[in-house]
């Protein structure tokens, strides 16, 4: 069954540093997200992207966060600097032309 | 802000009764709504939706039931297994804004023996 997958599973990093994560969403799909879930708190909606640009974004996705899908099959999120509340665990998902997202298993970020 | 909410944050069922999860929205713009699972340490995995044209939806032992004067859905699970010990997430989006989900805070389904 295709499946969203992320990488890193969990990543440390030092506050200020640069962090790119990294996700392939299935194959045939066109629509895909960022969500964030800080510990003890829900799933939060970071950006949504299409057709090569960003077509929604949250709040919390300020200048220091960024997307690309570089080379038409990953989609990668960075973050400039960052913070110690950036610690949470980011899911990267995908969805074909409607219904349903499929999301990834995440990627624990500690920020230290 | 939360426009989805989940005000039960956890409950706990005997193995083959019926599980009710709980949802109440306040945005009435939201014309689609889903219910995720979600292990530790996990994705949240899809389970069932339901457009705001329909008031249910069945899917095997989930059903999804939908009360738009109400604002209130709930995902009904019978009979309830073990092995759907999980959170629960209910979560809405509406036309136009790329599916993007606002999700409810969870709530933590224990089944137990």
């Known amino acids: 069954e295709p499946e969203v997958t992320q990488t890193p599973s969990h990543q440390v990093t030092q506050m200020g540093q640069e962090v790119i994560l990294r996700c392939v969403p299935i194959?045939?799909?066109?629509?895909f997200y960022w969500y964030r879930q800080i510990l003890g708190q829900k799933v939060e909606f970071l950006v949504s992207f299409y057709n090569n640009e960003i077509s929604e974004k949250s709040e919390i996705f300020d200048d220091q966060f960024s997307v690309e899908r570089p080379d038409g099959s990953n989609f990668t999120l960075k973050i400039r600097s960052t913070k110690l509340e950036d610690s949470a665990m980011y899911f990267c998902a995908s969805r074909a032309g409607g219904g349903e997202l499929f999301f990834g298993e995440g990627s624990r970020l500690t920020v230290l | 802000d939360q426009q989805v909410k989940q005000n039960s944050p956890s409950l706990s069922v005997q193995e083959g009764r019926i599980s009710i999860l709980n949802c109440d929205y306040t945005n009435s713009m939201f014309d689609y709504f889903l219910w995720y699972k979600k292990y530790p340490a996990e994705g949240p995995t899809f389970l069932i939706s339901i457009s705001s044209i329909k008031d249910k939806n069945e899917d095997g032992r989930f059903t999804v039931f939908l009360n738009k004067s109400a604002k209130h859905l709930s995902l009904h699970i019978v009979p309830s297994q073990p092995g759907d010990s999980a959170v629960y997430f209910c979560a809405a989006s509406y036309t136009g804004t790329a599916s993007k989900l606002t999700f409810g805070t969870g709530t933590r389904l224990q089944v137990t023996l």
């Open positions: 194959s045939n799909h066109l629509y």
